[in-house]
């Protein structure tokens, strides 16, 4: 190993993008025990910070930009030249970028090639998934945008919204399996595998359940009403919508009439309620 490694302002040693909030994590070193990211984010990111376990110690320091969490109840601004540690703490910390931000993070928390390897495979499968004509990156990107307003309407907690923004972008990625098509049954189980490792056991769960109908008509488990969990519920619904419009052609009104119709049945009825009162239509 160099005595001294210089690292450029553009350079780093590898790097990967979240596919979702549009960050960018680039390694600048790494040695036993700990490792030192530039992060940057764009203005408008929102999410959360992780609960962090026993022994770790992340160190941020601000070169860019500007951002805010809730912490005790009160939100806390931090501009470009302050520095937060987060050591164990049991909650996730929700934040927003109100600046383009780029920062420096300090941690022993070895995550860079977990986080990149995983990443790297889903996005791999989403690639493959894109290219066989299945599923498409502005399916996921108006699922968001149809989810935001849910969430906010309902008030989902800031880590539960953010499980459910990631179950949609992946939902289906589980629809390829060794590089080839996989059977339709399978593709929640499989899909839920796929992205537990990275991704933890919620989002899991919402994307094993997404094709469940609360009638118990759906699939893989052909669990029922209450079996199914809300963030579950959300996403059958406006997956649904989005495919009726985009791949189907219904107008806006049909689509909803096509939910209504299937309320009890394929949809849980507070669902198609909340998404129907947060598209602002009767
Ligand atoms: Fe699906
Ligand atoms: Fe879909």
Known sequence: MKYI???RKNEC???FCNLYNES???LITKNKGFEVLRISMPKGNKGVMPPLADHITEVYYILEGCLSFIYKNQEEFLYK????VLRTYPKAIPYIVHEDLTMILSTNHLEFNKHKEILDLLQEQMDLLENSDLHSRSHCERLEKLLYPVIKYIHLEAYRAENLIYAACYHDVGKIKNGQMNELIDHPSHGAQLVLPYL???VAQIILQHHENV???GFPNGLQG???ILEAKILAVVNKYDHLIHDHQLSQIEAIDYLK???DKQFDKNAVDVFIQSLGVR
Do not use: L, Y
Not at 81 to 84: H, I, M, P, R
């Open 81 to 84: 030249g302050d520095t937060f």
């Open 13 to 15: 040693k590898d790097r």
């Open 261 to 263: 119709v299937n309320v």
């Open 226 to 228: 209450d079996e199914i």
């Open 200 to 202: 933890g056991e919620d």
């Open 24 to 26: 960018e994590s680039m």
């Open 215 to 217: 009638d118990g008509s």
């Open 5 to 7: 490694d210089i690292v």
